[in-house]
């Protein structure tokens, strides 16, 4: 399993990767579906409960607003 920090160093670089995250982020919301659908297609070590302080993690990186 990935944790979110190796999943970070990969998204520098992972053009694939950064337009995933972009469709996803395209409406400015993450679902729980996009979530869950997103950690397990990359084996991510989180859970739901995680999913506010990725949020924030997310919003501090610029990734939404």
């Known amino acids: 399993m990935a944790t979110v ?15 995933e995250v972009a469709d996803i982020l395209a409406d400015g919301k ?6 869950l659908t997103f950690v397990n297609r990359h084996h991510v070590n989180v859970t739901p409960a995680d ?15």
């Open 5 to 19: 920090d190796e999943l970070v160093k990969q998204y520098e670089t992972d053009e694939a990767l950064q337009k």
């Open 30 to 35: 993450i679902t729980m579906m996009e979530f």
């Open 51 to 65: 999913l506010p302080r990725l949020r924030e993690q997310a919003r501090k990186m610029g990734f939404i607003e």
